[in-house]
């Protein structure tokens, strides 16, 4: 059982609310997934739900890290384009970033579809982008504020991580501020740190932060659940609890780690998470609209806020993986 938006829902309930028709399946295409950094949860989720989508449509896939850097990715975006693939999958950074290259693969008409590309969700989505695939992430961001704001009682001295590296991440953060200061919360810092440098940052930072506000610090929210992968060491040495505060509540994305934080009560209470195989095969499915000059599904996925109770029924191997039958239907769509 999950907390979704506010509702307590089994997803094995739940019927699939994705498209229901579609072109079948493309013969013998050949996929490139662009890996902004698979040390990220949530960006290697998409891949793995990509790769699974594949097999089953019959694509092959060739996945490409950029290793959480502008140089790893531009230098991906340039292999890319030398393969000549049939589409290419933009997984997980912001789509001006590698505008050049964005251009080139245009002006050779290879479609391009992505996930978390830029603020602007479904279909035609800037940069030549025929569908850039997300849950809405200002509904991520305030599901997560709002949870905090009860949980402290209506009275949270907020932490707010970013990475202005993406405008995307910015405007989530910003959301989140808004929605704990309407609600009466104080958001006591707003701090810019990349995500690709989580793993050096987070603990100084967190000691810091510890010194500076104190008890005064009640949660820490972060518009990825990668922040927290490196906090719970220095709140340890702090004496704090695993399920001591601050509280860590993550507006995106459900990792498999994070899931194992909150099942432990081990330095983080909540994720507001993303069905992250199913977006994989939401983007394949995208892509074979692309390639046969179909419009795309216009198809838009729920998240769900994921506490304890329901990250330990996903068990040994978590993951956000709804049951509504979603293999099936693209699988019937593609004639597979």
């Not at 808004?178 to 793993?199: K, N, R």
């Not at 009560?265 to 074979?288: C, H, K």
């Not at 506490?307 to 769509?333: H, V």
Request: hydrophobic content about 40%.
């Amino acid at each position: 059982m999950l907390t979704g938006l506010g509702l307590t829902i089994a997803f094995a309930e739940m019927a699939f609310d994705g498209p229901s028709a579609g072109p079948k399946a493309a013969e013998g295409k050949t996929i490139v997934v662009l890996a902004a950094d698979l040390k990220n949860g949530g960006i290697l989720g998409v891949t793995n739900g990509v790769e699974e989508a594949a097999e089953k449509i019959g694509w092959t896939v060739r996945v490409l890290d950029g290793g959480g850097s502008v140089q790893g990715r531009t230098a991906a975006f340039g292999q890319a384009i030398a393969l000549q693939p049939d589409g290419i999958v933009i997984n997980g950074f912001d789509a001006v970033e590698q505008q050049a290259a964005l251009d080139q693969v245009a002006a050779a008409k290879i479609p391009m579809v992505s996930w978390h590309s830029g603020p602007k969700i479904g279909c035609d989505a800037p940069g030549g982008i025929f569908a850039n695939v997300s849950t809405d992430a200002m509904t991520v961001s305030e599901e997560a504020a709002k949870w905090a704001v009860g949980d402290a009682g209506g009275k949270p001295g907020v932490v707010i991580f970013t990475d202005s590296t993406y405008q995307i991440a910015i405007d989530k953060a910003d959301r989140i501020k808004e929605t704990i200061e309407e609600m009466g919360g104080t958001v006591l810092e707003y701090v810019d740190t990349p995500i690709a440098d989580t793993s050096n940052r987070m603990g100084p930072l967190t000691t810091n932060l510890l010194q500076k506000y104190g008890d005064q610090w009640t949660h820490a929210l972060a518009i990825n659940d990668i922040y927290f992968d490196f906090m719970g060491p220095a709140l340890a040495a702090a004496g704090i609890k695993g399920d001591g505060s601050p509280k860590a509540v993550a507006a995106g994305d459900g990792s498999e780690s994070a899931f194992q934080r909150i099942a432990t009560g081990q330095y983080q209470s909540i994720t507001v998470a993303e069905p992250l195989n199913l977006q994989g095969w939401q983007l394949v499915d995208e892509l074979n609209r692309a390639v046969q000059g179909e419009a795309c599904s216009g198809y838009v996925t729920a998240p769900a806020v994921v506490n304890m109770e329901g990250a330990k029924a996903m068990g040994d191997s978590p993951i956000f993986d709804p049951d509504n039958g979603y293999r099936a239907a693209y699988g019937k769509i593609w004639g597979k």
